[in-house]
C-alpha cells in the first residue's frame, strides 16, 4: 500500500480524534474500553454467560473463544513482525484510568484484531453479532484516541480480524450446524 495514502488517512484521523483527547471523561471511557478488551477479558465473561448451560451452547461458546484467541494471537504476531510498524509518537495519559502500555510494534492494532476476531466468531444471532461489532469499533477507536495506535493499525486490525472471524465462524459451523448464527426472531412471527 501506499505509505503516502496512508499518511493522508492517520493525519485527518488524528484531526479528528484531537477534539476528544484532551477532555478527561472521553479519555477515562477509552481507558475502560481499552482495558476490558485487554487480553481478550470481556470475551471471557461474554462466552461464559453464552455457555452458563451446559450442552451445544456451551461447547460452542468455548470453541469460537478458543479458536478466536489462537488464531489472533499467532496472526498478529506474525504481521507484526514482518511490519515492523512504529507506534505514534504521542501517548496520551490525561485521564485517571492508567492502561498499559503497548510493548510491541505498531501494525496490526492487536485489540482491534482480537476484537472484531471474537466478536464476528462468538455470537450465535445477527443481533448478537451487531452488538459485539459495535463493541469491537468502539475497542479500535479507543486505541486510536489514546494515541497507542494510527487509524490505519486498527482498520487493519478490524479487517484481518473480520476474515479470522468468519473463518473461524465456517469452522464451527462444521462442527455445531449451520444454524451457528441465526436470526432473531421478528414480533411477526411469534403472531402466526
Not at 169 to 176: E, I
Request: aromatic fraction near 4%; proline fraction near 4%; hydrophobic fraction near 45%.
Amino acid at each position: 500500500m501506499n505509505t503516502d495514502l496512508l499518511t493522508v488517512v492517520d493525519t485527518r484521523a488524528d484531526a479528528l480524534f484531537d477534539r476528544y483527547r484532551n477532555r478527561p471523561a472521553v479519555h477515562t471511557v477509552a481507558a475502560v474500553l481499552s482495558n476490558v478488551a485487554d487480553y481478550g477479558a470481556v470475551w471471557v465473561v461474554l462466552a461464559g454467560g453464552m455457555g452458563r448451560r451446559s450442552g451445544p451452547a456451551r461447547q460452542r461458546a468455548a470453541r469460537a473463544l478458543a479458536l478466536s484467541g489462537a488464531l489472533s494471537f499467532t496472526v498478529n504476531k506474525a504481521v507484526k513482525a514482518v511490519v515492523q510498524r512504529q507506534r505514534p509518537e504521542t501517548e496520551l495519559q490525561v485521564g485517571t484510568v492508567p492502561v498499559r502500555a503497548p510493548s510491541s510494534s505498531s501494525f496490526p492494532s492487536g485489540h482491534t484484531l482480537a476484537a472484531f476476531s471474537t466478536a464476528v466468531m462468538l455470537p450465535t444471532s445477527r443481533a448478537g453479532t451487531a452488538s459485539c461489532v459495535t463493541f469491537a469499533s468502539a475497542v479500535a477507536g479507543s486505541r486510536v484516541l489514546l494515541g497507542h495506535h494510527h487509524a490505519t493499525d486498527v482498520l487493519g486490525g478490524a479487517a484481518i480480524g473480520t476474515v479470522l472471524g468468519l473463518v473461524g465462524r465456517r469452522l464451527l459451523a462444521r462442527r455445531f450446524g449451520s444454524g451457528a448464527v441465526r436470526s432473531v426472531p421478528s414480533a411477526r412471527a411469534g403472531t402466526r
